[in-house]
């Protein structure tokens, strides 16, 4: 059915008035009665009851200008709603970080993301970056902020923070009331750390850190999430060296603490998928590059 033909039904239907009708509708009133005895006849009923003086709607027609009246309502939202999707504006994206992202710049992309386009919907997930990677090559998640990059066809990334190591330790560590300590501090102390099989670069950033100072960390105890790793030290089990963003997971009976010496740089990526045609990622990249060109190093 032509879509022209609702809307000439309705604006007879409200004038009552074929003349007033044509004239609303910018066209004469010939062809607006044709097009109205075309519509009934598609429809085989009758909508009108005409006379010389008078238009009326049939029962019909009255129920039939209810139904037109929701036909292009709900035309409208489609192609509105069409409209905003294709933009971005509206959609969905998954979205997958790792723990220590949590405190960080992370949180000021997405707060800024939901700002702008709120009524695009955010699923996330917290993995490891190993996790992240085959997510990300799966196709089950649109981005990923990681702590290192892994080579892969379709994948690209951004760095969005570049951050330092610090000390965690338990409050009754000697060097707790230092403002500053140097990684020589820690080496008569049990080491609680990341599993270096959910996350090599990382794991084997923090060790070569601490050879190159001639420290030799004796792990007792792995653990995957970052809040369990400061819990551990909060229990007295041991000490860590974790990125700086880390530092905001704050609890009674832990300390943070900088090195005296130079650490390596810890960046936080942000992943994606190239080769996925979604206008919501496009718009939550350009937040994300927005907000990188204005954030302030971490330190």
């Keep these: 059915m032509d879509i022209r033909?609702?809307?000439?039904?309705?604006?007879?239907?409200?004038?009552?008035?074929?003349?007033?009708?044509?004239?609303?509708?910018?066209?004469?009133?010939?062809?607006?009665?044709?097009q109205i005895q075309a519509l009934e006849n598609e429809l085989g009923v009758q909508?009108?009851?005409?006379?010389?003086?008078?238009?009326?709607?049939?029962?019909?027609?009255?129920?039939?200008?209810?139904?037109?009246?929701l036909i292009l309502t709900q035309l409208e939202r489609s192609i509105h709603a069409t409209q905003l999707a294709s933009q971005g504006i509206t959609g969905h994206l998954n979205l997958a970080?790792?723990?220590?992202?949590?405190?960080?710049?992370?949180?000021?992309?997405?707060?800024?993301?939901?700002e702008r386009y709120p009524q695009v919907q955010l699923s996330l997930r917290e993995m490891t970056s190993t996790q992240q990677w085959q997510a990300l090559q799966e196709g089950s998640i649109h981005v990923g902020f990681v702590r290192f990059i892994e080579p892969a066809k379709h994948?690209?990334?951004?760095?969005?923070?570049?951050?330092?190591?610090?000390?965690?330790?338990?409050?009754?560590?000697?060097?707790a009331k230092s403002?500053?300590?140097?990684?020589s501090a820690l080496a008569a102390y049990p080491f609680i750390l990341f599993p270096r099989q959910l996350g090599t670069p990382f794991h084997d950033?923090?060790?070569?850190?601490c050879a190159q100072h001639n420290v030799y960390p004796h792990v007792i105890q792995e653990a995957i999430q970052m809040y369990t790793i400061v819990n551990l030290v909060a229990a007295n089990l041991g000490v860590s060296i974790v990125p700086s963003s880390v530092s905001v997971f704050r609890?009674?009976?832990?300390?943070?603490?900088?090195?005296?010496?130079?650490?390596?740089?810890?960046?936080?990526?942000?992943?994606?998928?190239?080769?996925?045609?979604?206008?919501?990622?496009?718009?939550f990249l350009e937040t994300i590059a927005d907000?990188?060109?204005?954030?302030?190093?971490?330190?």
Excluded at 155 to 175: G, K, Y
Excluded at 252 to 279: H, M, Q, Y
Aim: hydrophobic share 45%; proline share 6%.
């Design 291 to 299: 907000l990188d060109q204005t954030a302030i190093p971490s330190d």
């Design 155 to 175: 994948i690209d990334c951004r760095t969005v923070a570049n951050e330092t190591l610090v000390a965690v330790l338990p409050e009754q560590h000697p060097s």
């Design 5 to 34: 033909k609702l809307k000439y039904f309705i604006a007879v239907a409200e004038e009552l008035h074929f003349n007033r009708a044509a004239e609303r509708l910018n066209m004469t009133q010939p062809p607006l009665t044709q």
């Design 97 to 114: 970080f790792v723990d220590s992202a949590a405190g960080g710049i992370m949180v000021d992309m997405l707060k800024v993301f939901r």
């Design 179 to 183: 403002p500053i300590l140097s990684i």
């Design 47 to 69: 909508l009108f009851e005409r006379s010389r003086r008078h238009v009326q709607l049939t029962h019909a027609g009255v129920v039939f200008l209810e139904e037109a009246r």
């Design 205 to 209: 950033l923090i060790i070569g850190f």
């Design 251 to 283: 609890r009674s009976g832990v300390v943070f603490r900088p090195f005296v010496e130079s650490t390596p740089v810890v960046p936080l990526c942000a992943a994606w998928r190239t080769d996925i045609k979604n206008a919501a990622l496009s718009l």
